[in-house]
């Protein structure tokens, strides 16, 4: 069965940091590209940063660079995302998920063709 599941998630003080993992079970993705998507309250979901397994290129979306890194360690089938300086816009739910999007398509979440289930994110005053 192929599976995508985030950890690192929870409450965090605004200024503070975490990890977020995307571990890959069941398939090995080294084909595809796997990217990070956020859900804040009351909208929609919007992708946030991806990385190609297949030649490590990134790419984020403007409001997250400077703050979020992504990184994979292939030997695990693990995609990270680092975010650092949280502040209450970056509360919502983080997922992981798994496609072949085109550059013009990744931000369309109708093109990811595995979705992990979720991961909670508040930041706290």
């Known amino acids: 069965e192929v599976q995508l599941v985030e950890s690192g998630g929870g409450l965090v003080q605004a200024g503070g940091s975490l990890t977020l993992s995307c571990e890959a079970s069941?398939?090995?993705?080294?084909?595809?590209?796997i990217g990070w998507f956020r859900q804040a309250p009351g909208k929609e979901r919007e992708g946030v940063s991806c990385i190609s397994r297949v030649d490590g290129s990134m790419w984020y979306e403007d409001s997250a660079k400077g703050r979020f890194t992504i990184s994979t360690d292939n030997a695990e089938n693990t995609v990270y995302l680092q975010i650092s300086s949280l502040n209450f816009e970056d509360t919502g739910v983080y997922y992981c998920?798994?496609?072949?999007?085109?550059?013009?398509?990744?931000?369309?979440?109708?093109?990811?063709?595995?979705w992990g289930q979720g991961t909670q994110v508040t930041v706290s005053s």
């Open positions: 998920a798994a496609g072949v999007p085109s550059t013009a398509q990744r931000m369309d979440i109708m093109t990811w063709i595995y």
């Open positions: 069941g398939y090995s993705f080294d084909d595809y590209v």
